[in-house]
C-alpha cells in the first residue's frame, strides 16, 4: 500500500515544472518568514543561545577549564567558540522537526497535501528559512565570541566550519523530522530532542576536552559524532589537524542521512 | 484527454467509488464501500463517530491510500492520478485547517500561489473570497484572532480559491454553536447554488437533511443504505400518526383506547404530553383508517391529525439497530450533547 503511495507520488512530482517547485516553495518560505514577523519571539532562541551560551561557558567554566588546555579563559574561548558553532546546525535540524509537527497538528499539513504541489516544497522551505536562522544565530556567536576575546585567523576555516555545521545538521534533520511526524506535538519532539541531544552534546569534546574525563567516557566522547564536529571545526577555525574528524563527521553525515531520510520520508508519506 | 470530457462521460458521476476498502491492522475502517455522487448534486455520507467518513474523505483527497478497491474524482484515479485529481477538489477538513499565525489574506494568498496562480490573480483571488465570505474587515488580522464560524469561514474560502469541481466538508460545523453552524449553511448553501458537487459528511441528521438532495448511510466501514432522502425514508416505511384531541384531558383515554384496538404498530400509541398529542406508528392504510374509525366511534373531537415521516436517526435506528447520535463506544450520552451544541 505504501508502495503504491510512493510511486504516484515520485510520478507526479516528477511532472510538476521546476519553476513550478520553486514558485511554491517561495510561496511557503514567505509563509514561513511571516510566522517570525507575526512571532518575533521565535526569533529568541536564534538570538539569545549564542549569547547567553558563549558568556555562560567562557565566564563559568572558562577559567578552570581553560588551565587544563594551558592557558586561562582566553585558551577556553578559542575552544569554545568553534564547539558552539558545531552546536548550530542542530538547533536548525530540531527547529524543522518541530515546525513540522505543528503543521500535521493543525491541520494545515493536510491542506498542503490535498493541493497539486510536490511535497518536498513544504520540506525545503521550512529548511531555507531554519538554515537562514542557523546563520544568524552564526553571526551572533562570531561577534559575541569576538567580544569575549576570539581571534578569527582563518577565514575560511570559518566558513568551512559554518558549511560542515549545516551539512552534519542537515543529516541530524531526518531525526528530528521523524521524530516530528511521528510524536503527538511539538513540545514531546523538543522534549525528545533535548534527552537524545543533551548527553550527546555533552559527552563530547564540544565543552570540554576529553582528557580529562573518566576513561569509559573518554571513549565515549571518541566515537561521538558530535566531537568529530566539533574537532573539526576548531581545526577549521584555530588551527590544527582537521583531515580525520572532517572525514568523520562526512561519514556520520552521509551514514545518518541514509538511515534516517527513507525512514522519515516514508512517515511522512504515510502518516495518515 | 480534457477534464470536461471524462467528468461528463456517460455517467455524469462527479465521485465515483467502488469497493473501497482501508484496513488498518485489523481494523477495517472502510469494508467495501460504493458510492456515487452525480455532478452538481451534494451527498450527504452520515454515519456515527467511526463509521470511516473521515477515512472516505481521506481518500477521495489523496490523503490516504485505499487498501483496495477504485475510486475516481472528475475522471482521475485517486491512486494513479493524484496530482490531476489535487486540481479539481477542495478540502475542508473537520479542523480547519488555516494557518492561524497568518492573516485571512496571506492564507488565501498563499493558497492561490500554492495552485499556481500568478500573483496579480492570487491577490485578486483572495481579496474577492474574503468579500464573498464577509471576511474583508478581519482580512489582515492573524486568523488566531478569527471565532470558530470565521475561521471555518476562511477555511471554506481556502478550499474555493482554485475553483474546486468537487468539494469535500468533512464535518464542516462539527464542534460550532448553533448560530455559527447556520452561517456554515448558509455559506453551502450558496457554493451549492454556483453549481459546485458537494459530498458532505456528518453526524447530524439535521445536516444531511438541510443540505443534502442524496443520502448514504455509512456504519463500521459499510454502506447500509443508500438513495435520496425522501426516499430513504419511504423505503424505512413506518409512518407516524399525530393525533391531537381538541380537549387536551382526553389524551391519556385516547391512547388507552388506541393501544386496546390492538392495531397499532410494535411501539403502541404514547403520549407526547408536551405537544398534547397522541402518537402512533402506522404501518398500513387499512391501519390508518382502522385507527380513525375507533377515534370516531369514541365521540373524540380532534383539532388535526397528521401522519409524518420518520426522522432521519429514526431511519438510522432501524437500520442499524442503534442510535446514529449514540456511538457504540463510551461516551456518556450527556457529554456528546454538550460537545454537539
Do not use: C
Not at chain 2, 410494535?266 to 375507533?294: C, H, W, Y
Amino acid at each position: 500500500m505504501s508502495a503504491t503511495t510512493l510511486t504516484s507520488d515520485l510520478r507526479t512530482d516528477a511532472r510538476i515544472p521546476l519553476r513550478g517547485h520553486l514558485r511554491h516553495t517561495g510561496a511557503l518560505v514567505r509563509r514561513n518568514l511571516l510566522w517570525i514577523r507575526q512571532d518575533p519571539e521565535s526569533m529568541f532562541d536564534a538570538v539569545l543561545f549564542p549569547i547567553v551560551f558563549t558568556l555562560l561557558f567562557v565566564y563559568v567554566f572558562g577559567g578552570s577549564i581553560g588551565q587544563s588546555l594551558g592557558g586561562g579563559q582566553e585558551a577556553y574561548v578559542q575552544y569554545i567558540v568553534p564547539g558552539l558553532m558545531a552546536m548550530m546546525g542542530m538547533n536548525m535540524a530540531q527547529g524543522v522537526g518541530t515546525g513540522f509537527n505543528q503543521d500535521f497538528n493543525t491541520g494545515v499539513m493536510d491542506r498542503f497535501r490535498s493541493l497539486p504541489i510536490g511535497r518536498g516544497s513544504v520540506l525545503f522551505a521550512k529548511i531555507s528559512v531554519e538554515m537562514v536562522r542557523m546563520l544568524i544565530a552564526t553571526a551572533i556567536l562570531m561577534v559575541v565570541g569576538v567580544l569575549v576575546g576570539f581571534d578569527i585567523t582563518d577565514w575560511p576555516g570559518l566558513f568551512a566550519a559554518v558549511g560542515l555545521s549545516a551539512v552534519f545538521g542537515s543529516a541530524l534533520m531526518w531525526v528530528f523530522l521523524t521524530l516530528g511526524v511521528v510524536m503527538k506535538n511539538a513540545q514531546s519532539v523538543q522534549a525528545m530532542g533535548f534527552l537524545v541531544l543533551m548527553p550527546l552534546q555533552f559527552g563530547s569534546s564540544i565543552f570540554a576536552p576529553p582528557q580529562s574525563m573518566p576513561g569509559w567516557l573518554e571513549g565515549f566522547t571518541e566515537y561521538n559524532p558530535l566531537s568529530s564536529l566539533a574537532d573539526a571545526a576548531r581545526g577549521l577555525m584555530v588551527g590544527g589537524p582537521v583531515a580525520q574528524d572532517l572525514w568523520m563527521t562526512l561519514a556520520w553525515s552521509v551514514g545518518i542521512t541514509a538511515v534516517m531520510a527513507p525512514i522519515a520520508i516514508h512517515k511522512f508519506r504515510t502518516k495518515t | 484527454m480534457t477534464r470536461t470530457d471524462k467528468q461528463t462521460g456517460g455517467t455524469g458521476s462527479a465521485v465515483t467509488v467502488r469497493g473501497l476498502v482501508k484496513h488498518y491492522g485489523e481494523t477495517r475502517a472502510l469494508d467495501g464501500v460504493d458510492l456515487d455522487v452525480r455532478e452538481g448534486t451534494v451527498m450527504g455520507v452520515l454515519g456515527p463517530n467511526g463509521a470511516g467518513k473521515t477515512t472516505l474523505v481521506r481518500i477521495l483527497s489523496t490523503l490516504l491510500a485505499p487498501t483496495a478497491g477504485q475510486a475516481t474524482v472528475a475522471g482521475y484515479d485517486v491512486v494513479r492520478q493524484p496530482r490531476q485529481l489535487r486540481r479539481v477538489i477542495g478540502l475542508t477538513g473537520q479542523y480547519a485547517s488555516v494557518d492561524e499565525k497568518l492573516s485571512g489574506w496571506e492564507n488565501l494568498y498563499l493558497i492561490g500561489r500554492l495552485l499556481d496562480l500568478p500573483r496579480k490573480q492570487a491577490r485578486a483571488r483572495a481579496d474577492e473570497l474574503l468579500e464573498r465570505f464577509s471576511l474583508t474587515e478581519a482580512a489582515r488580522r492573524p486568523a488566531a484572532t478569527y471565532s470558530g464560524g470565521m475561521r471555518r469561514r476562511l477555511d471554506l474560502a481556502a478550499s474555493m480559491i482554485g475553483r474546486p469541481a468537487v468539494l469535500y466538508l468533512d464535518e464542516p460545523t462539527t464542534g460550532l454553536d448553533p448560530r455559527t453552524r447556520n452561517e456554515v449553511w448558509d455559506e453551502v448553501e450558496r457554493l451549492v447554488g454556483d453549481g459546485v458537487t458537494v459530498l458532505l459528511t456528518t453526524q447530524y441528521m439535521e445536516e444531511a437533511e438541510q443540505l443534502a438532495s442524496e443520502l448514504t448511510v455509512v456504519d463500521r466501514g459499510k454502506v447500509i443504505a443508500s438513495g435520496g432522502i425522501e426516499e430513504l425514508k419511504a423505503k424505512v416505511g413506518g409512518r407516524t400518526l399525530r393525533i391531537r384531541p381538541a380537549d387536551p384531558s382526553r389524551l391519556r383515554p385516547l391512547a388507552g383506547a388506541l393501544d386496546e384496538l390492538g392495531i397499532t404498530g410494535p411501539a403502541g400509541a404514547t403520549v407526547d404530553a408536551g405537544r398534547e398529542a397522541v402518537l402512533v406508528p402506522i404501518l398500513s392504510d387499512e391501519q390508518l383508517t382502522a385507527v380513525v374509525g375507533a377515534v370516531t366511534a369514541r365521540g373524540i373531537t380532534l383539532s388535526s391529525l397528521t401522519t409524518e415521516l420518520p426522522s432521519l436517526d429514526e431511519v438510522f435506528l432501524s437500520l442499524t439497530g442503534h442510535r446514529a447520535s449514540a456511538p457504540q463506544d463510551t461516551v456518556p450520552v450527556d457529554a456528546r450533547e454538550e460537545v454537539a451544541v
